[in-house]
């Protein structure tokens, strides 16, 4: 069965520094999604993605956050200046339509220290 | 806006029995999809079922089944025969179907015990 996959599983950086973290979603999925888990607290909304474009984003998705589609296959989500409360379970997620199921990516660990 | 509220932080039940796990709702959409996840220590999110808002019929999935009861904007999801591997964070989550994006509960960790 197809899955979403996400790169690094864990990444470590400093503060202030860039991070890009990587997913490539199932493939006839047009939908795509960014989600963030602070440790012991909810799964938060952060930007959904479709037709190279952003449909909408939460708060939390500020100027430090940007997504892209480089390619046909991944989608990425980039933290121009990372801060130490940005440490948190990043999951990916798409669907084939609007209503569609958005099975998760296994999620990426980013520790900013 | 939608909420999801989850009013059990922690539950806990004997290997083998019966246990509910809580969730209630808020939304103006009229369609709309909920579902639950289990997220174990490994922190991946892990489709458990889901229901569509207009469907009368109760999901089910193996050992999970869900009590969902669209007037009270309340959707539970019943484990039964509990086991050990069923140990995790159970979250409820709201999706409406014109959205895309899900809202999810504070969730509840539940502990099978031997």
């Known amino acids: 069965e197809p899955e979403v996959t996400q790169t690094p599983s864990h990444q470590v950086t400093q503060m202030g520094q860039e991070v890009i973290l990587r997913c490539v979603p199932i493939s006839n999925h047009l939908y795509f999604y960014w989600y963030r888990q602070i440790l012991g607290q909810k799964v938060e909304f952060l930007v959904s993605f479709y037709n190279n474009e952003i449909s909408e984003k939460s708060e939390i998705f500020d100027d430090q956050f940007s997504v892209e589609r480089p390619d046909g296959s991944n989608f990425t989500l980039k933290i121009r200046s990372t801060k130490l409360e940005d440490s948190a379970m990043y999951f990916c997620?798409?669907?084939?339509?609007?209503?569609?199921?958005?099975?998760f990516g296994p999620g990426t660990r980013l520790t900013v220290t | 806006a939608q909420t999801v509220t989850q009013s059990q932080p922690e539950m806990s039940v004997q290997e083998a029995e019966t246990v509910t796990l809580s969730c209630t709702y808020d939304?103006?959409?009229?369609?709309?999809?909920l579902f639950w996840y289990k997220q174990p220590p490994s922190r991946q999110m892990i489709l458990v079922i889901r229901?569509?808002?207009?469907?009368?019929q109760n999901a089910t999935e193996n050992r999970f089944s869900v009590n969902f009861q669209k007037a009270a904007k309340s959707f539970s999801l019943k484990i039964s025969d509990s086991q050990l591997g069923d140990t995790a964070m159970y979250f409820c989550?709201?999706?409406?179907?014109?959205?895309?994006?899900?809202?999810f509960g504070d969730g509840t960790t539940l502990t099978v015990k031997p």
């Open positions: 989550a709201l999706r409406n179907t014109n959205a895309g994006k899900s809202t």
């Open positions: 997620a798409s669907s084939e339509d609007r209503a569609g199921v958005t099975p």
């Open positions: 939304t103006s959409e009229s369609n709309y999809y």
């Open positions: 229901q569509e808002a207009y469907k009368q």
